[in-house]
């Protein structure tokens, strides 16, 4: 079993409809993120929770709502996306240990088609 | 702003040889960085990590080899094997202690 499992895998959805990604981590650890991967751009940070708490927006478009309910679990609620938001997104989390950086361990995404 | 690449999208190695894949990172602040293979339909799975205090770091059939001079990071893959066909990033944290800046990829594909 992963240690970062993302629901759903795929997810089509019309630009009028609303729906959440789930993202938890078994690994005990207290940062998470939301990263968004398009096909030849690097991964884009869109959002970092340390301790539940929200400690980076990436200006992120509001249609795009993230939650992180406790250090295990973030969602990121969806809501009149666009076609070109279609990607894959990914959740990722880290230990937050002192300011070092640590590795980052990421689930294997939810792909994700705007209609 | 600062931005990491890599010198190749593609790279095909004979199975059995060694594999080098290469990143230049331009921003001198950073001093993590860190490798990951992507294989179709995951995500990103940490392969290696280095900090500036150090040039050299060694795994399981891996070496990362970082040049702070040159701004250069290198990953070497020994004795390559079908199953290491994937794309490889490479990232740095600019400095900080939670943000990566990840490169476009190269996609390593290993020919029998």
């Known amino acids: 079993e992963t240690g970062v499992t993302q629901t759903p895998r795929h997810l089509v959805m019309g630009m009028t409809n609303k729906k959440s990604l789930k993202c938890e981590q078994h690994?005990?650890?207290?940062?998470m993120y939301w990263y968004k991967q398009s096909a030849k751009k690097p991964l884009e940070l869109m959002f970092v929770?340390?301790?539940?708490?929200?400690?980076e927006n990436n200006s992120v478009p509001s249609r795009f709502s993230p939650e992180c309910p406790n250090s295990s679990h973030l969602f990121l609620h969806l809501h009149t996306l666009q076609p070109e938001d279609s990607a894959l997104y990914l959740c990722?989390?880290?230990?937050?240990?002192?300011?070092?950086?640590?590795?980052?361990?990421f689930g294997d995404g939810t792909r994700l088609s705007i209609l | 702003g600062e931005s990491v690449g890599l010198h190749l999208p593609t790279l095909s190695v004979q199975e059995g040889d060694n594999s080098i894949i290469n990143c230049a990172y331009s921003?001198?602040?950073?001093?993590?960085f860190i490798w990951y293979k992507q294989e179709s339909g995951k995500g990103p799975q940490f392969i290696i990590d280095?900090?500036?205090?150090?040039d050299k770091r060694q795994g399981q059939r891996v070496t990362v080899l970082l040049n702070k001079t040159v701004k250069h990071l290198s990953l070497q893959i020994a004795a390559t094997q079908p199953g290491d066909s994937a794309v490889y990033f490479c990232?740095?944290?600019?400095?900080?202690?939670?943000?990566?800046?990840f490169g476009t990829g190269t996609r390593l594909t290993i020919i029998p």
């Open positions: 990722a989390s880290s230990p937050r240990v002192g300011f070092q950086t640590r590795p980052q361990h």
């Open positions: 690994l005990g650890h207290n940062a």
């Open positions: 929770y340390n301790f539940k708490e929200q400690t």
């Open positions: 921003n001198s602040a950073s001093d993590y």
């Open positions: 280095i900090r500036s205090n150090m």
């Open positions: 990232a740095e944290n600019g400095g900080g202690n939670e943000k990566l800046t």
